[in-house]
């Protein structure tokens, strides 16, 4: 039924039944038949192997100092392709493109003391794709169905219409518009235009085809840009004090503060999207219209900076992004009600979705300030961050989700080098010993003589003779650069803490926090706290239920999440003999991960609803360096034995014994073969340490059974 379209077909299969009969009534005698069949058959005589053709061009001008413009064409017809592709694979449809695209510099038509600047880049561009075959009937060139003649004109105008793919872009953008600030100014004010910098784009696509009614976009995107920078100088009011010229008074003389920031930004970002796609209906039915299908986007965009090198030594630094959503309403967008509802949100701000803060203190400790300590350097540096995420439009009652973090960090470097210096006769070693060279004789060719030279020697040879200089001793100096042999040491310490929490009511005003709800979640939070809220010391989730900062859903399954993680990384460099370096590592690691649901619920104690702390979990890791010196070289026996994992089986039932005993708990003093109850031969704690006493080479009796050991043991390379 209907027209047949062969393209489609996959696999034809032609079936013979003889049903077997049912009931005595049937007609059907039940007896086998005989037939003969004849089916007739397309054969694929050969291919098509026309070719095609294709060619491309460009061209650029050089609008002298105006701009550019470029051309752009492509031109290709059915059949064509690359040399590997198949038949099957090639073209089969004519296309050709052509691209126009412009830079121009705008602001040459302005005079050029006015300082403007003012680029502009234009561009548009159109495809069109003609089908070889009818797209509404791949078995027939369409060629041949816009040139019969029998079917009526305005079937075959309309048919040539339809069948066209064609796609128009156009474009237009102004970036970096800004007056560029005169050649040796020194004014330089927060309010000059020229802090000032605009940005605006137009995009615009349109495409249909035959399965395509239309498909429109249009994309708008404008922006400003505030930028203010300063060289603030710093105020030094002790720097002119004689008195403090000393070096024991050089923290009280450098002292220093700058009172106003280096550097304010401001950057707000306005894209506005909007779509409209209808697909064409090629069902045959008439009365059937496909409605259009619209994908609309409003966002809005605040970026904050804040640089402030409050000191030499103490700058700060402040980051903050605040999105916004511009909500319209469904469909085409085509009354004024509407126009103006979507101009009011614009002028408010939008709906924020989301806000990102981040703040970071960096201080360089003045440690070297003191007296006989300028060979320690030290910086310490704190940063947090902060983030509120909006809960869907269509499920408010489930609540925002906020988190917040903190990393409090601290480097600190002994130069041994420097501090070994300060004794001359170090310092002197440590310069190098010069070694006086010895000093030839030079025999000078004096004239030969008219008279016999005398055999006897001379009657006084220190006369003629230098002394030789004795070489100096050099082991004592060897030996104190031996005794020297710790040239660098450093130490790193990193701490960061972080919770995040669902269900919070609360929005954002003023730099993350909402002057209408008690300033909530609290500026402690979105600094990084992470403990001892309020007056009673009480943890984030407690303290914002009291204060009524959550929403009471019952169906909330987010959890709660805090982590804690510490590292601890030390190094030193030795150098015991010229050319012969050590450096040792020691580094400790720990982690701490817990989460739980905390939500309204009932409570089965008491049967009434309250907020509930939930299904807790902790887990973690911890590493640390470790040295197995003493058992590093031990050699492998024969039957592929080893001393140390002998040592290590038998060091278990020590440590077992031991953790009983340690164990207040364990008072019954049960054993279970050489084992005590409940540390067995494969229990962890009894592996753990036998394992570190056998590999270490210490005693199991008194090794120390502390799970997290708090000072490293460092490596060496």
């Known amino acids: 039924k209907g027209n047949p379209n062969l393209s489609a077909v996959k696999t034809i299969m032609i079936g013979i039944r003889n049903p077997k009969k049912i009931g005595a009534t049937a007609h059907d005698d039940g007896l086998p038949k005989c037939a003969e069949v004849w089916v007739n058959e397309f054969r694929l005589s050969d291919f098509d192997e026309k070719g095609g053709w294709a060619s491309t061009a460009r061209v650029t001008a050089k609008l002298a100092d105006l701009g550019t413009l470029t051309l752009a064409g492509n031109y290709s017809t059915p059949g064509w392709g690359s040399i590997e592709k198949k038949v099957g694979e090639r073209q089969k449809e004519t296309k050709y493109q052509y691209d126009i695209s412009s830079q121009i510099a705008l ?31 791949p078995d027939i060139l369409l060629n041949s169905v816009l040139k019969d003649e029998t079917l009526p004109k ?102 220093n503060f700058a009172p106003f920031p ?40 605040r970026s904050y900076d804040l640089k402030w090198d409050l000191t030499k030594s103490l700058k700060l630094d402040f980051h903050a992004d605040n999105n916004s959503r511009i909500l319209e309403a469904p469909g085409e967008i085509d009354t004024k009600a509407e126009k103006d509802s979507i101009w009011q949100s614009v002028f408010k701000g939008g709906d924020n979705v989301m806000y990102t803060q981040r703040a970071k203190a960096d201080y360089a400790v003045p440690i070297n300030k003191f007296p006989m300590m300028d060979w320690i350097t030290a910086n310490a540096g704190y940063s947090t961050d902060y983030k509120w995420t909006r809960a869907p439009f269509s499920a408010d009652t489930m609540g925002n989700f906020i988190q917040n973090g903190n990393q409090k960090t601290l480097n600190m470097q002994a130069n041994m080098l420097t501090l070994y210096n300060k004794v001359p006769f170090l310092k002197k070693v440590n310069q190098g010993i010069k070694k006086k060279e010895e000093k030839k004789e030079t025999k000078t060719k004096s004239p030969k003589p008219s008279v016999p030279v005398p055999t006897t020697p001379p009657k006084n040879p220190d006369d003629t003779l230098k002394k030789k200089e004795k070489k100096p001793f050099l082991l004592p100096q060897y030996f104190v650069r031996t005794l020297m042999m710790l040239k660098n040491v450093s130490a790193n310490i990193t701490n960061s803490e972080g919770m995040s929490l669902a269900g919070y009511n609360g929005s954002t005003r003023n730099l993350g926090v909402n002057p209408g709800n008690d300033f909530a979640p609290g500026p402690g939070f979105i600094f990084g706290q992470q403990n001892n809220f309020g007056a009673g010391k009480d943890s984030f989730t407690n303290y914002a239920a009291e204060q009524g900062w959550l929403w009471k859903t019952k169906s909330l399954n987010v959890p709660f999440t805090q982590n804690k993680t510490t590292n601890i990384t030390g190094r030193a460099n030795i150098e015991p003999l010229p050319g012969f370096k050590i450096e040792l590592t020691a580094n400790r690691n720990k982690s701490k991960n817990y989460s739980e649901f905390f939500r309204w619920a009932t409570d089965t104690l008491t049967g009434l609803d309250d907020f509930l702390h939930q299904s807790p979990t902790e887990s973690g890791n911890f590493s640390m360096s470790f040295v197995t010196w003493k058992t590093t070289f031990e050699k492998v026996n024969k039957d592929y034995s080893s001393a140390s994992f002998n040592t290590f089986l038998k060091n278990r039932e020590i440590i077992s014994q031991q953790l009983a005993t340690d164990n207040p708990d364990n008072a019954s003093g049960q054993q279970v073969g050489n084992y005590a109850q ?30 997290f050991p708090k000072i490293p043991v460092p490596n060496w390379r």
Do not use: C
């Open 107 to 137: 602001h040459k038509f302005i005079p050029s003391n006015w300082g403007i600047n003012l680029p502009m880049y234009v561009g548009y561009s159109k495809a069109i794709i003609r089908p070889q075959y009818n797209p509404l009937d």
């Open 154 to 255: 305005d079937y075959r105008d309309s048919l040539r219409e339809v069948t066209i793919d064609e796609t128009n872009r156009s474009s237009i953008n102004f970036t970096n518009v800004k007056k560029e600030r005169p050649k040796n100014s020194k004014r330089n004010n927060f309010f000059d235009i020229e802090n000032f910098a605009f940005n605006y784009s137009y995009s615009k696509f349109h495409n249909h085809s035959a399965t395509i009614d239309y498909n429109n976009m249009k994309d708008y995107r404008g922006g400003i840009v505030y930028g203010y920078s300063i060289n603030a100088k710093n105020i030094q009011p002790f720097k002119k004090v004689k008195l403090l010229n000393k070096k024991a008074f050089a923290l009280i003389r450098d002292f």
């Open 262 to 301: 280096n550097k304010y930004s401001f950057l707000l970002d306005v894209n506005r999207h909007y779509a409209e796609k209808r697909m064409r209906n090629t069902t045959g039915l008439t009365d059937f219209e496909i409605p259009a299908y619209h994908d609309k986007k409003f966002t809005m965009l």
């Open 678 to 707: 409940g540390y067995n031969s494969t229990s962890q704690a009894t592996m753990m340490y036998a394992f570190l006493s056998a590999y270490s080479g210490k005693n199991p009796s008194n090794y120390p059974r502390e799970p």
